[in-house]
């Protein structure tokens, strides 16, 4: 049976010392990964330990190194450490606890009834610690093919830390086949996410009194005019043909979600600005969208410079985040179903590092315990159901990458 997507028809018959991963996954929870602190004893702590099974690895830290990626490559037989290996990646860093209601404490795995809460236990140092649990047997069966680990930093905050790792790959010219990126999917394989840009956009009009409005140049109705834009662009992607049904939203959203402006109703506003997004399907160009807002909104300066030649509308671009889509044919996928013993796939609409992975030519997908509405919230929780299925994936993984 399928998990659901809230874990609530997950079995609850795993016995939790049938699980070989729960020991490390204790010991990863125990670490206090907040993006805001440092991760290096966690870091510092799987180096050891995968040098200790003769792994090779890489440190890459930011700019105050307080923070590091380990990209540890467990060599094949024929000692190939650099083509062709499968990458097994998750982030370190987990969101704060602060202000939210815990029943437990954050930082201690703590089994109740089937389940283990704790910051992280879904999002996402489980499936992280299950692949370090797994790493005895990779080893003692013999690798047919290199196992890396990429273990980040700072992904909660933009998937940061990891484009260093994925840099210092591409600069070292190995190319492994594919990655695995152990997000929380209920243990579904994940071929494809959307993509996300956002920008602000500011516009200066020019002050009057409310009375005098033909002497002013109205911000606040400037703005209000390309919102309006946005909306009725929005209104195109959902009409459009090209739709993507594996997605719970088929099609691209742009969306405005703030707006500021004016300060008093008798004045003609002088300032006003709003931020806006859009979630892309991967082939939706973000970048043609937002040349269309820019083209809409240079209509509407000429009227505002014969007022006033110093208004003006600016664009600030705040993010961008890609989205992937692994094609069909890639391996990564094969092994991903195989692993799962299922041929189903989906595809989600939040962000994740295996865009980045794509990006760099590394192929790959999203499959990891636990389910995204636990992740982020207080009292985080996964299912020792869905850990038994992250370890049957192992094991199936070794299956295919081992010798023995
Ligand atoms: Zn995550």
Request: with cysteine; glycine share 8%; charged share 25%.
């Amino acid at each position: 049976m399928l998990a659901t997507r809230n874990g609530k028809h997950d079995s609850a018959t795993v016995a939790a010392d049938a699980l070989v991963g729960l020991p490390l996954i204790r010991q990863w929870i125990a670490y206090d990964t907040t993006s805001r602190e440092s991760n290096l004893a966690l870091i510092e702590w799987s180096q050891r330990y995968l040098e200790s099974f003769g792994a090779l690895s890489t440190l890459t830290f930011d700019d105050e190194r307080r923070k590091a990626n380990l990209f540890a490559t467990l060599p094949a037989r024929d000692g190939n450490t650099t083509v062709d290996g499968i990458v097994l990646s998750g982030h370190t860093d987990v969101v704060p606890v602060d202000g939210q209601p815990w029943d437990t404490p954050p930082f201690e795995a703590t089994l109740k009834e089937s389940r283990l809460y704790g910051r992280g236990t879904a999002d996402m140092k489980s499936f992280s610690a299950i692949g370090l649990a797994f790493v005895p047997e990779f080893v003692r069966r013999g690798l047919a093919r290199p196992l890396h680990f990429a273990l980040s930093y700072d992904e909660e905050v933009g998937c940061i830390g990891v484009r260093r790792l994925i840099a210092d790959i591409v600069a070292k010219g190995w190319k492994p086949a594919g990655s695995i990126v152990g997000e929380p999917t209920g243990m579904q394989l994940v071929v494809a996410h959307k993509g996300k840009m956002s920008w602000r956009c500011r516009v200066r009009g020019h002050e009057a009194h409310s009375s005098l409005t033909p002497q002013g140049v109205n911000a606040v109705e400037i703005a209000c005019a390309i919102v309006g834009y946005i909306g009725r662009r929005a209104g195109q992607f959902r009409e459009a043909t090209r739709h993507d049904d594996a997605y719970d939203v088929p099609y691209s959203t742009p969306h405005v979600g703030i707006i500021r402006g004016g300060t008093a109703l008798n004045i003609v506003p002088r300032d006003c600005w709003f931020d806006f997004e859009i979630r892309h399907l991967p082939f939706d160009d973000p970048r043609a969208f937002f040349a269309d807002v820019e083209a809409f909104a240079a209509t509407l300066v000429p009227p505002m410079k014969a007022v006033d030649p110093e208004t003006y509308i600016a664009f600030d671009q705040l993010s961008a985040s890609p989205g992937f889509d692994t094609r069909d044919d890639c391996e990564i996928i094969g092994i991903g179903q195989s692993c799962n013993g299922t041929h189903d796939f989906r595809k989600v609409s939040f962000a994740s590092e295996a865009a980045l992975f794509h990006e760099a030519a590394i192929p790959s997908v999203l499959c990891g315990p636990g389910h995204i509405e636990q992740a982020h919230q207080p009292n985080e929780w996964v299912s020792l159901e869905q850990l038994a299925r992250c370890e049957a994936f192992m094991r199936r993984l070794a299956d295919h990458i081992c010798v023995a």
